[in-house]
């Protein structure tokens, strides 16, 4: 059973997400809020698996929300999806840096919501391929004419693991990675968790965003 919480201010929107979600075998609502202050005191109480989290709240808004559960190793184990009405805001690149797995519009289909929660539920990150290259390419640097800068962390990846950060910031899987590099998931896997650890990132999401901000991959490329 996926345990989720809702976090929004819009209580119409708490409700049909909740009765959506309440509706799908193999998942349960344990509990919502309606700012990110609830939001946290909540995932400390329950220590849901996922957060659908709006940006927007009074009190503490959802990127301070996402930051105070993922720098807290008591509930970094949560993994948080961003609901979010503008899916091409900065506000939503500022909670992926805070530690949330991923977005999705709010106007998304019932289905595809619950394979974002799917999704992140099994660690791997969820960016909405339709907006996160316009996202990383208008609020991210460096521009294409500008020099390779790496940073300190980046030199601490092995030339195998920069490889494998490219392809995570194209969108691959693991299974993927292992396939178009001839190694086995189980690898891929490997030295992806080594990436994290290394990069202090609390999940794909930030590897992706830290793939782009070095110029390892530039907005617009293949």
Known sequence: MISVVLADDQSLIRTAVAELVS???????????????????????????????????????????TDAICR????????IVIL???EEDENVLLALRAGASGFVGKGTEAAELMHAIRVVHDGEALLSPRATKALIG???APVEAAPLRVPEEL?????????ILVLVARGLSNT???????????????????????????????????????????????
């Open 84 to 86: 979010t009405t503008f």
């Open 176 to 222: 993927e990675i292992a396939k178009d590099l001839v190694i086995s998931p189980q690898t891929a896997k490997t030295h992806v968790n080594r990436m994290m650890t290394k990069l202090a990132a609390h999940d794909r999401a930030q590897l992706v965003i830290v793939a782009y901000e070095s110029g390892l991959l530039v907005p617009g490329t293949s």
């Open 23 to 65: 509706n799908e075998p193999g998942f349960e609502v344990v509990g919502e809020a309606a700012n990110g202050r609830e939001a946290v005191d909540l995932v400390h109480a329950l220590h849901p698996d996922v957060v659908l989290m709006d940006i927007r709240m009074p009190v503490m808004d959802g990127i301070q929300a």
């Open 72 to 79: 807290d190793p008591a509930t970094a184990g949560t993994r």
């Open 138 to 140: 208008r609020y991210t």
């Open 155 to 163: 030199r601490l990846l092995t030339e195998r693991e920069r490889e």
